[in-house]
């Protein structure tokens, strides 16, 4: 391993493969970008040989290398054949601490002892892996996570670029993260270089109060339903409950109806937009605990 070095991995694997941008693929080439990866998931708690690293795409192995290098433990998901096999022969002494998994990461078993996730992520699939994570760290707590996501993606997470970047995927993260946006990432750090720019984030994983009297689904649901219209007020958005609020066990269109006459005139008044993370979970946390009685 000590031969190794960033241009090298991705030298060896461009050799082998055409990079095939239906899978992201854009290999890292900058080392500054994967120190600070590194640095910033290991804030809690440092990544070291008492850690289990998660790294989804890892390709040349260029992360993974840094990471076996602070002698943690590594499985690294990849769904290329040939990146497998490239990865199998560069790192052929570090069977005791990496593990490859080839499959995709959406469909495959995560090992249940993961402490750390540090990921130059497929961009393409950037939303169902985050609320993978989530998942995850909801039934096994995490330690740190980072990842590098397109810079649109990014503010849409952290929700810090005014309202428009305020929707449903930055207010699902609060619920269990806080979501800080570290350094911007321009596509000459990549080979083949992406047409976006990139922003690695840093996920903290917090516990939230407000998140006990919250049916996450519920949450999820009526601010996805909202959103989808996201210019009008909300006094329009809530008249009719979400599609498939009968999914959720317990709700059905008349309880939501007699939910929805107890919010005050004053927030029916705004447009999604306008209400924080924290707005959003008193408001449907006041819709759930509402008393229906059944007219049957
Ligand atoms: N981490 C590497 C490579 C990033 S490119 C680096 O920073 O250089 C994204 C990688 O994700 C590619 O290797 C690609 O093959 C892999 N990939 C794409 N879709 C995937 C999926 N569904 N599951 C697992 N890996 C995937």
Redesign the pocket.
Do not use: K
């Given at each position: 391993m000590d031969d190794l070095d960033i241009k090298l991995l991705v030298d060896l694997l461009r050799d082998r493969i055409h990079p095939d941008s239906s899978?992201?693929?854009?290999?890292?080439l900058d080392e500054n970008v994967i120190n600070r990866a590194i640095e910033i998931a290991s804030n809690n708690h440092p990544i070291d040989s008492s850690s289990h690293v998660l790294?989804?795409?890892?390709?040349?192995g260029?992360?993974t290398l840094s990471l076996l290098r602070k002698n943690a433990k590594v499985t690294a998901?990849?769904?290329?054949p040939e990146?497998i096999s490239h990865l199998n022969r560069v790192f052929k002494d570090q069977k005791d601490n990496l593990f490859l998994i080839e499959?995709?990461?959406?469909t495959t078993n995560w090992p249940n002892d993961i402490t750390h996730i540090v990921?130059?992520?497929?961009y393409q699939?950037s939303s169902p892996i985050i609320d993978q994570i989530q998942r995850y760290n909801n039934f096994n707590p995490l330690l740190g996570i980072s990842i590098l996501v397109q810079d649109e993606f990014a503010e849409r997470m952290s929700m810090t670029s005014g309202y428009s970047s305020r929707g449903p995927l930055g207010h699902a993260l609060w619920l269990d993260f806080d979501v800080e946006l570290d350094m911007k990432v321009s596509p000459h750090s990549f080979s083949p270089s992406p047409r976006v720019n990139s922003r690695l984030v840093k996920l903290k994983p917090t516990i939230r109060e407000e998140k006990n009297n919250l049916d996450h689904r519920l949450f999820t649901m009526v601010i996805t339903h909202c959103f989808a219209n996201r210019r009008r007020k909300l006094r329009t958005l809530l008249s009719n409950p979400p599609r498939r609020l009968s999914r959720i066990s317990g709700w059905h269109r008349d309880r939501w109806n007699s939910a929805i006459k107890s919010i005050s005139s004053e927030i029916l008044e705004l447009r999604p937009e306008n209400l924080s993370s924290l707005q959003w979970s008193n408001l449907i946390s006041h819709i759930s605990i509402q008393e229906f009685e059944s007219r049957t």
């Open positions: 899978l992201g693929q854009h290999f890292l790294e989804i795409g890892p390709g040349p260029s992360l998901i990849e769904i290329d990146a499959g995709d990461v959406l990921s130059n992520i497929p699939i």
